[in-house]
């Protein structure tokens, strides 16, 4: 009876005919996809953009990596996630809200993340709208204030999540498996533990800040509805 049904289903499936090698349509060969022409430039800031135009939805995508890996220790992660998660919550102009108020006008949007090597702003806007939407990106960039209640936000959210970590086996086993796969190597580093957080302020997320979120450690790749000569203008 189960093949029956599976027989019948094959059946139906061929438009009443049995699927057969006569039957199947040919496999051809994948054709290879055009890549557009990229521009690599750096600024005069130390930053590298690279920009391609991919035409058709009016929008221009933006991924910001700023390289971390390089100029600290391994430490233990979780100051950086703190300055990740407080970044767009303010700057010395600009509210959090002023920020999301400035997004929803540009048609925008922009996220950040964080890893073990890079800390990530992501996001895009209307072409049209590009040069304004990364001049918010730069005021966010070089004037975030990393306001003292979104830092106490964060650290009791961090602590949480760690805490949760702690509670499942798989995350212990990945943290204990990652250790002996790189000993020698951030990938490797421990699990952090709950008593880090406490120790972060304010001032230890903006130090941070000055320190390492700098031009020179920034890779800008920007992808859209527009000529890469006008996308690396904007930038």
Do not use: C
């Amino acid at each position: 009876m189960v093949h029956a049904r599976f027989a019948r289903g094959a059946r139906l499936a061929a438009g009443g005919r049995v699927m057969s090698s006569q039957t199947q349509p040919e496999v051809t060969a994948t054709k290879p996809g055009k890549l557009p022409a990229v521009v690599d430039t750096t600024l005069p800031n130390g930053m590298r953009v690279l920009a391609a135009r991919k035409p058709g939805v009016p929008m221009v995508q933006a991924r910001l990596r700023i390289d971390v890996s390089k100029a600290r220790g391994w430490g233990d992660g979780v100051l950086e996630d703190i300055v990740g998660t407080t970044i767009l919550n303010g700057t010395e102009t600009r509210s959090q809200v002023d920020i999301a108020d400035e997004l929803q006008r540009l048609g925008a949007v922009l996220q950040t993340s964080v890893d073990v090597e890079d800390v990530y702003l992501a996001g895009g806007a209307l072409a049209e709208e590009l040069p304004r939407f990364l001049a918010l990106v730069a005021d966010v960039l070089q004037h975030a204030t990393h306001p003292d209640g979104e830092v106490q936000l964060a650290k009791a959210q961090a602590e949480q999540g760690i805490a949760i970590l702690h509670s499942q086996p798989e995350a212990r086993a990945q943290f204990a498996l990652a250790a002996r796969v790189f000993p020698d190597h951030a990938y490797g580093r421990p699990m952090p533990t709950p008593d880090l957080v406490a120790p972060i302020t304010r001032a230890a997320v903006r130090k941070y800040h000055r320190t390492m979120i700098t031009p020179g450690a920034a890779l800008l790749v920007l992808v859209g509805d527009m000529t890469p000569a006008r996308m690396v203008a904007a930038a």
